[in-house]
């Protein structure tokens, strides 16, 4: 059936691409310095779009994945559309590459909860021609990550910052205040060694992304706030890209491995998955796991009222550990040539620490000598649990 609606809407696909052929929006494209959906100037509005070609109706049908039960997702009832698109077809239909399908799925999000009560046809048409047209609401440094030699990309929510503490404690344990619509203050507290861990990422030649599963507008008003060097960090010149819940997807299993958790897809900002990692506290949400370093959990209401100097030395030391570990894997990468940044790296993810300990456990070898052997044989780290 649903090749069938791919079939009838084909004569569609001509009138479509004719029609995203001029740019119609002010949101951005890949590498632009404009000013994002999320944080234009006050007092100016973005310009009306000239209106796209509807596509078939079937179309917007066929790409679209069955809906998940509302029970099953945290941030269901969020938006009034919250459809996950199936993304390897839209890369095969529309000739779009990853990053720029994902992207449509975001816009056509941004969309819904701009209009509601909108034509979901005239919606899809639109997010597809910004897709078509480059357009990244999050200023995606496209060419930057496809030049990087390595790619951190950082979960925010017990990663790099705690948005939920305790009120009692808030108050006098938190770096940034958040102000909501309804006149209340809200408050973060980041991540100790925050700002040291991108600056040393930087200056390795690698890229910074940040990618949270929160919602836009709570992600976008963190990060106002939220200053690198008195620059908002989404705007910071260290940052190549900002990714949020409408960013995550789902997978069927024609396209591969079943993802049936919204999950955080590296392949955006490195389709070969050779030079991605994400450092994460959660991976339920991820599943490219080769590539995943996991995170302990940064709990605020832990770290402000420990009386425990160890346990406020180790929140202070589990940023500049990870750095640390990238450092020395681009010290290898660099010794070995021809070696891949997610080989050198692979000892220290969720797979690869299970691989170095059993290869101690076998060879009576120490940690170091294991890791070694692993980035040697890579092969024998799992390729998923």
Not at 260 to 271: A, G, H, Q
Not at 336 to 351: I, S
């Amino acid at each position: 059936m649903r090749l069938a609606a791919l079939v009838r809407c084909l004569a569609w696909s001509v009138l479509l691409s004719t029609a995203c052929e001029k740019p119609t929006v002010t949101l951005h494209p890949a590498d632009s310095a404009g000013t994002s959906a999320h944080s234009a100037p006050s007092g100016t509005s973005p310009a009306t779009p000239a209106e796209p070609s509807t596509p078939a109706e079937s179309e917007l049908d066929a790409m679209t994945l069955p809906p998940r039960p509302d029970w099953a997702d945290k941030y269901a009832g969020s938006s009034p559309d919250e459809r996950f698109f199936d993304i390897a077809m839209l890369m095969q239909h529309h000739d779009l590459d990853r990053a720029h399908a994902v992207e449509l799925q975001n816009h056509f999000r941004d969309l819904t909860r701009l209009k509601p009560k909108g034509d979901r046809q005239v919606q899809y048409a639109e997010a597809l021609q910004r897709a078509k047209q480059g357009v990244f609401e999050d200023r995606r440094k496209l060419s930057r990550l496809a030049r990087a030699r390595l790619i951190v990309v950082f979960d925010l929510d017990e990663t790099l910052y705690d948005q939920y503490i305790d009120d009692s404690i808030a108050a006098t344990c938190h770096d940034l205040t958040i102000t909501t619509k309804e006149g209340r203050d809200r408050y973060v507290k980041l991540t100790p060694g925050w700002a040291d861990a991108i600056h040393r990422i930087h200056d390795l030649g690698g890229e910074v992304v940040l990618f949270s599963a929160n919602l836009d507008d709570r992600c976008y008003a963190n990060a106002r706030a939220w200053m690198l060097d008195g620059v908002p960090i989404d705007q910071h010149p260290a940052i190549a890209g900002f990714l949020t819940n409408s960013h995550l997807v789902l997978q069927p299993k024609q396209a591969g491995s079943p993802v049936v958790e919204p999950s955080k897809d590296l392949r955006i900002v490195d389709p070969d998955l050779s030079r991605a990692i994400i450092v994460d506290d959660n991976p339920r949400r991820l599943f490219q796991l080769r590539n995943v370093r996991v995170f302990k959990k940064f709990q605020a209401d832990v770290y402000c009222t420990t009386g425990d100097p160890d346990i406020r030395q180790a929140h202070e030391a589990a940023l500049r550990t990870v750095v640390d570990e990238i450092e020395d894997s681009v010290r290898f990468m660099e010794a070995h040539e021809g070696m891949r940044f997610v080989d050198a790296y692979l000892p220290y993810t969720v797979l690869g620490r299970l691989a170095v300990r059993w290869i101690q456990m076998g060879t009576g070898s120490t940690e170091q000598a294991a890791i070694n052997a692993l980035r040697a044989n890579p092969e024998w780290a799992d390729q998923h649990f």
